[in-house]
């Protein structure tokens, strides 16, 4: 039996640690992803969330609100570049 609530893409799941660029500074970014979500955390300061859509894009949904550029970088870290 398949649980409803198992979402893909999950084959990368874990946490995830790299240096990020934000606010002209080299920063720590620190990602959990679960499922279809990834939990960030930029600098120790700064939380956010953001959603895997089914097609490939991601949507921040809550949290200090980060630049599509972070974003995207945050996507290519944890996902790679098949998404």
Do not use: W
């Amino acid at each position: 039996m398949i649980d409803s609530q198992d979402k893909t893409p999950a084959e990368k799941d874990g946490k995830y640690e790299f240096k990020l660029y934000y606010s002209e500074r080299e920063v720590t970014c620190r990602v959990e992803k679960e499922q279809d979500k990834m939990h960030v955390s930029i600098d120790n300061n700064m939380d956010a969330e953001l959603q895997i859509n089914e097609d490939g894009t991601i949507t921040q949904i809550e949290g200090a609100t980060l630049p599509d550029s972070s974003i995207e970088f945050i996507k290519k870290q944890v996902l790679g570049t098949e998404i």
